[in-house]
Structures are given as C-alpha cells and as structure tokens.
T-cell receptor, first 116, second 109 residues
Framework: DGGITQSPKYLFRKEGQNVTLSCEQN?????MYWYRQDPGQGLRLIYY???????QKGDIAEGYSVSREKKESFPLTVTSAQKNPTAFYLC???????????????FGPGTRLTVL | KNEVEQSPQNLTAQEGEFITINCSYS?????LHWLQQHPGGGIVSLFM???GKKKHGRLIATINIQEKHSSLHITASHPRDSAVYICAVRDNYGQNFVFGPGTRLSVLP
C-alpha cells in the first residue's frame, strides 16, 4: 500500500537536545512538506522540498533543519535553538506543483513531540 | 498573505442532522482543500476544488469564488463523522497552502 509513514508516534526530549523526526513516502511524490500544529491554530509550514537535494524555508523554519538526500525521505531535526518545540508534527507529500493544477497533499500520521 | 477563517470553531450535533462548516479567505485563490483530522491526529484529504461543487457520499463541498467562501456539508451525520475539519487555500501566487484553525465536530448518537 502506498502512503506516508512517520516515526516515532510519540517522542520525548530533554531541553537542550536535538531530535530527528522521520518521514518516508512510497507514493513517488516529488514534493514533501513539514508542518507544525499547535492547539487552536492552523497548520504552519516549517520546510518544504520540491525535488531531491533542494528545500526551502517555510513560515516558521527557525530552530529546525531538514535534508532531502532521497526522494522517499525528508527527515526533520528539531534543534535546541527551537524555543518552544512541544507540538504535533505532520509530514505531507504531493506531486510536483506544475503551476496549473494544484496537487493534492497526502499526510502522514504525525509525531507528537514533548519537551520535558 | 491569505487569512483563512472557519466557523463555527466547535459544533455538536445529533446523529442524523445536516451539518454545515464554513471557510472564508481574504485574497483570490487557485485552489481550496478540505481535510479531515481524526482524533488520533491523522489527516485525510476530502476535497480539492477551485470552483463549483463536489460531492462524495454524504459530503458536499461548495465554493463561491466571488464571495471568497466555501462550505462543507455533511448529510445524515453519524458519530463516526466526529473529527476536526480543516480548510486550506492556495492563493494565485503562492506555491503552498495556508490552513484554517479547524472546526471540531462532535456527532452524538
């Protein structure tokens, strides 16, 4: 079955530690996205990548880093510089944005990160 | 930047009721996406539309481009429809979506 997987589902981190969230897709999608969701707020874009070895900052990239070495994988690192990292993190993917038809986004199950 | 608002914020309904969730946005868009987020957090795409109306089962989505407004309707609601419904828009110039805060729906048996 095609889809997006994220691991782990729950993650606990001590203050000052970096942590990496995994996102893998087997949909053969070119574009991948990382979002952060906080209670009562809409999803906010952290980083996105439209092609392997290239990525762009979203609206709230500070304190986060990503890599896109393979088409299937787009891991997100939450660094110690992120002042308020406790949140629900969602990964998504889509076909390439062609400028005409808007491709639908498909979401992973999410990772809930708690900083202790 | 596009601002996306949804109403109501929370909605409780009895099983069988007809439900309407609204989404409004501030600038012209190229596409609008309705999503459903289950209690466990997973998000499922319901509709992507840029004009008119789409129907899938008991769900209907409409969009009025001139009024910058979209509605999601659920007919014959069921407790399994309980979820957060999220509206997201892509404007005419951006490549990414802007998301609304969501509407939390509870359908009671």
């Amino acid at each position: 079955d095609g889809g997006i997987t994220q691991s782990p589902k729950y993650l606990f981190r001590k203050e000052g530690q970096n942590v990496t969230l995994s996102c893998e897709q087997n949909l053969n999608h070119d574009a991948m996205y990382w979002y952060r969701q906080d209670p009562g707020q809409g999803l906010r874009l952290i980083y996105y990548s439209q092609i392997v070895n290239d990525f762009q900052k979203g609206d709230i990239a500070e304190g986060y880093s990503v890599s896109r070495e393979k088409k299937e994988s787009f891991p997100l690192t939450v660094t110690s510089a992120q002042k308020n990292p406790t949140a629900f993190y969602l990964c998504a993917s889509s076909r390439e944005f062609s400028g005409r038809a808007t491709p639908e986004q498909f979401f992973g199950p999410g990772t809930r990160l708690t900083v202790l | 930047k596009n601002e996306v608002e949804q109403s109501p914020q929370n909605l409780t309904a009895q099983e069988g009721e007809f439900i309407t969730i609204n989404c409004s946005y501030s600038v012209g868009i190229s596409a609008l996406h309705w999503l459903q987020q289950h209690p466990g957090g997973g998000i499922v795409s319901l509709f992507m539309l840029s004009s008119g109306k789409k129907k899938h089962g008991r769900l209907i989505a409409t969009i009025n481009i001139q009024e910058k407004h979209s509605s999601l309707h659920i007919t014959a609601s069921h407790p399994r429809d309980s979820a957060v419904y999220i509206c997201a828009v892509r404007d005419n110039y951006g490549q990414n979506f802007v998301f609304g805060p969501g509407t939390r729906l509870s359908v009671l048996p």
